[in-house]
Antibody, heavy 123, light 107 residues
């Protein structure tokens, strides 16, 4: 069974740092691209970052570029998000999502999601 | 950035009704469009990918159509568990973007 489980959320002061982890199981982690997607309380979904299977391609949303760093460890089957210079507007549930790929067209979709971990940025 | 606009933002319907949710992209995205369902307090769930392909395990009452900039998600006969929120998402280019969501409520 495919599973992704996030951890590391919590309360942090503005300007602080936090590191999120996502443990994957039930599939060949090293073969899949991964993403972080967040959802502020009562709001919609916002894509945060993408990392390819080999870490050779990385993308960020403009709202986090320069502050957040995505990484992965294919030996440990884990995805990470290092978040620095946190702001109140970063308060959200952060989801780890596997990127399924329709090879014929290059279309990506988020086919498996974790339960999310809540990050609260407040003094 | 490609903006995704969903309409309506909410709708009221009854069990057994047929409902259609629309998603419009700010530019052509071919068929690079996915739909998700989200229940309160839960992670989103993939329903439809590539505009019209049903994800494995998703009931056949869900269907998607469209290409270019205009897309629809149709639920042919609403069931009690379908009264939740739906999102479209484009994967044509980064940043990957979602629509604002459509909440389906019980009339």
């Amino acid at each position: 069974e495919v599973q992704v489980v996030e951890s590391g959320g919590g309360l942090v002061q503005p300007g602080g740092s936090l590191s999120l982890s996502c443990a994957a199981s039930g599939f060949t982690f090293s073969s899949y691209s991964m993403n972080w997607v967040r959802q502020a309380p009562g709001k919609g979904l916002e894509w945060v970052s993408y990392i390819s299977s080999s870490s050779s391609i990385i993308y960020y949303a403009d709202s986090v570029k320069g502050r957040f760093t995505i990484s992965r460890d294919n030996v440990k089957n884990s995805l990470y998000l290092q978040m620095n210079s946190l702001r109140a507007e970063d308060t959200a549930v952060y989801y780890c999502a596997r990127a399924g790929l329709l090879a014929a067209t290059g279309l990506y979709y988020f086919d498996y999601w974790g339960q999310g971990t809540l990050v609260t940025v407040s003094s | 950035d490609i903006q995704m606009t969903q309409s309506p933002s909410s709708l009221s319907a009854s069990v057994g009704d047929r409902v259609t949710i629309t998603c419009r992209a700010s530019q052509s995205i071919s068929s690079y469009l996915n739909w998700y369902q989200q229940k309160p307090g839960k992670a989103p769930k993939l329903l439809i990918y590539a505009a019209s392909s049903l994800q494995s395990g998703v009931p056949s009452r869900f269907s998607g159509s469209g290409s270019g900039a205009d897309f629809t998600l149709t639920i042919s006969s609403l069931q009690p568990e379908d009264f939740v929120t739906y999102y479209c998402q484009q994967s044509s280019s980064t940043p990957l973007t979602f629509g604002g969501g459509t909440k389906v409520e019980i009339k």
